[in-house]
């Protein structure tokens, strides 16, 4: 059991097992979208492992995709990928605002724009 998993406050949780059919199916479309958003951070959780954070996060059913921001859970389970896809560009953009959030309160920044 590995109890060092370390879970962000945004992030993707993958919650599969090596015997799990669906689990496998989806592996590669989810490598290509950690590919596509190399920013996200996804976390892949074996439950079988895990059984301890799989109760934390009630998980009964496998795959589950437990997606985290802002306090905020939305869980997926299955295999659709029109909706994990979705999910995957919506944590992006929360990313991505953050990310531009914080350069525009860069003092640094502020100061090059304002010397003219």
Request: hydrophobic fraction near 30%; glycine fraction near 2%; aromatic fraction near 6%.
């Given at each position: 059991?590995?109890?060092?998993?370390?879970?962000?406050?945004?992030?993707?949780?993958?919650?599969?097992?090596?015997?799990?059919?669906?689990?496998?199916?989806?592996?590669?479309?989810?490598?290509?979208?950690?590919?596509?958003?190399?920013?996200?951070?996804?976390?892949?959780?074996?439950a079988d492992e895990n059984p301890d954070?799989?109760?934390?996060?009630?998980?009964?059913?496998?795959?589950?995709?437990?997606?985290?921001?802002?306090?905020?859970?939305?869980?997926?389970?299955?295999?659709?990928?029109?909706l994990i896809s979705t999910e995957f560009?919506?944590?992006?953009?929360?990313?991505?605002?953050?990310?531009?959030?914080?350069?525009?309160?860069?003092?640094?920044?502020?100061?090059?724009?304002?010397?003219?």
């Amino acid at each position: 059991m590995n109890n060092e998993i370390k879970i962000p406050e945004t992030c993707i949780l993958k919650f599969e097992a090596k015997w799990c059919g669906p689990c496998k199916t989806i592996k590669p479309f989810i490598d290509d979208l950690k590919e596509k958003y190399p920013d996200l951070k996804v976390i892949t959780i074996d439950a079988d492992e895990n059984p301890d954070i799989c109760a934390t996060y009630k998980i009964s059913k496998l795959p589950t995709f437990v997606f985290k921001q802002n306090g905020r859970r939305r869980d997926l389970i299955g295999i659709d990928k029109t909706l994990i896809s979705t999910e995957f560009e919506n944590i992006n953009k929360h990313i991505a605002n953050q990310i531009k959030d914080q350069t525009s309160n860069d003092p640094k920044r502020t100061n090059a724009h304002n010397n003219t």
